[in-house]
Structures are given as C-alpha cells and as structure tokens.
C-alpha cells in the first residue's frame, strides 16, 4: 500500500524540479537581458568605471575619518590614563596601518584587471 503512494509522489516531485529547474533559467536570462540594456542606456563601461571611482574615494575619506577618529580615542584614553601609550596606542597605530595597507592592496589589486 505505501509503495503505491508514494510512486506518484516521487515522480511529481521530479516533475517539480524540472519545472522549476526550467523557470529559474528563463528568469536568469531575463535579468540579465535588462542590466545589459540597463548598461547601455547608463553610459556603458565608462559610467560605471566613474561610479567606481567615485564610491572609492568617498570610501577611502570615511575610512580616513573613523581611523583618525579611533586614534583620538585612544589617545584620550591614554591622555587620562586609562590606557597605555606603548602598547594601546602604539597597537591602535598598527591596528589602523594594518587595515589601510589591506585597503591599498585591495584598490591596487581591482586596478590590476581594470
């Protein structure tokens, strides 16, 4: 008795899968079709390098402004005592170094495909 139930059901479930399986790639091409036309009716490549560049820089100025913002902290800190010079500030310095060269790497990086 269950092997006959569940016959159909597995082979609706299969059926489902294809279905879906076809669906998902219709729907892909479509999307894809409208960034394309999405691209050129935008300025194509030249827009987008410009955006690019633009979003760079403003995320570069922000993170300037956090970690110069995080080095004043912690020399507050350290102005009152509550923290080390050497090892506090001295780690918050690396700290931010750190993150700035893997920034740097980074853009360096994206530029080597560009």
């Known amino acids: 008795m269950k092997k006959i139930l569940l016959e159909p059901l597995t082979g609706r479930a299969a ?3 294809r279905l879906r399986g076809r669906n998902a790639g219709r729907i892909g091409a479509v999307v894809m079709s409208m960034a ?3 691209a050129r009716a935008g300025g194509g490549l030249n827009a987008g390098t ?4 633009s979003f760079t820089l403003w995320f ?9 913002s995080y080095l004043l902290w912690v020399g507050v800190q350290c102005w009152s005592n509550k ?3 050497i090892h506090d500030f001295g780690g918050g310095i690396a700290k ?3 993150v700035g060269s ?7 990086a994206f530029g ?3």
């Open 15 to 17: 059926a489902l899968v």
């Open 36 to 38: 394309a036309r999405g």
């Open 50 to 53: 410009a955006a690019v560049n």
């Open 60 to 68: 570069y100025g922000i993170c300037g402004v956090l970690a110069g």
């Open 83 to 85: 923290a080390d010079w």
């Open 96 to 98: 931010v170094a750190g």
């Open 102 to 108: 893997a920034l740097v790497l980074a853009g360096w």
């Open 112 to 114: 080597l495909f560009a």
